[in-house]
């Protein structure tokens, strides 16, 4: 695929970490969405956000101002339906995938770290291993970031002959 630059949006940092592999293994551009002014109007990408509540963060500012290619949602579900996320996110038929990032409750702040208390709540009242899983994520933080996880991402980007 014919991207010309790597964006991104990350509040804690581990879309920040996805975008950097990408960035050593292909040797594009790497640019954080706020610093795009630079970039022209248009310029293809491949954008990075954080998931926050199904939605993808940043990508509504990255359409308007850059051709999106592809997509790639970081969160920390275990996994994703990738249809319904498309859905939501109005997608259409922009490839998109999903990346499983990390939890950091220091690096947390102001309405997320409210939003992650109710969601913690919540998870407090279930026994089932999946809910569990989450809490402990919540409470305590996890990294899932891998480089294997890029690997559909790199040959969309690069496919082998
Ligand atoms: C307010 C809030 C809402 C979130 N909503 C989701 C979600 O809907 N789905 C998901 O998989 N992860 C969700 N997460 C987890 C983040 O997407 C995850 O921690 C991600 O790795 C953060 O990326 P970053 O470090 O680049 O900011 C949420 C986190 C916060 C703080």
Same mark, same amino acid.
């Given at each position: 695929? $014919? @991207? &010309?630059?790597?964006?991104?949006? &990350?509040?804690?940092?581990?879309?920040?970490?996805? /975008?950097? %592999?990408?960035?050593?293994?292909?040797?594009?551009? @790497?640019? *954080?969405? =706020?610093?795009?002014?630079?970039?022209?109007? $248009?310029?293809?990408?491949?954008?990075?956000?954080?998931? *926050?509540?199904? *939605?993808?963060?940043? %990508?509504?500012?990255?359409? /308007?101002?850059? /051709? !999106?290619?592809? @997509?790639? +949602? !970081?969160?920390?579900?275990? +996994? !994703?339906?990738? =249809?319904?996320?498309?859905?939501? $996110?109005?997608?259409?038929?922009?490839? %998109?995938?999903?990346?499983?990032?990390?939890?950091?409750?220091?690096?947390? *702040?102001?309405? $997320?770290?409210?939003?992650?208390?109710?969601?913690?709540? @919540?998870?407090?009242?279930?026994?089932?291993?999946? &809910?569990?899983?989450?809490?402990?994520?919540?409470?305590?933080? /996890? #990294?899932? !970031?891998?480089?294997?996880?890029? #690997?559909?991402?790199?040959?969309? %980007? =690069?496919?082998?002959?």
């Amino acid at each position: 695929m $014919n @991207v &010309s630059a790597i964006v991104y949006t &990350s509040a804690t940092g581990f879309t920040a970490q996805y /975008a950097t %592999l990408l960035h050593h293994q292909t040797g594009l551009p @790497v640019f *954080r969405l =706020e610093d795009t002014d630079q970039l022209p109007r $248009n310029t293809p990408v491949l954008y990075l956000g954080w998931l *926050r509540a199904g *939605r993808i963060t940043g %990508l509504k500012k990255a359409r /308007a101002q850059l /051709a !999106v290619a592809g @997509v790639c +949602a !970081v969160g920390m579900a275990p +996994a !994703v339906e990738l =249809e319904k996320l498309r859905r939501d $996110n109005r997608l259409e038929a922009v490839p %998109l995938f999903y990346l499983k990032g990390g939890y950091a409750p220091a690096r947390v *702040r102001g309405m $997320n770290k409210l939003m992650m208390a109710a969601m913690e709540k @919540v998870l407090a009242g279930k026994s089932d291993p999946q &809910s569990r899983a989450a809490l402990d994520a919540v409470r305590h933080g /996890a #990294d899932w !970031v891998s480089q294997e996880q890029l #690997d559909p991402v790199l040959d969309w %980007l =690069e496919p082998k002959e």
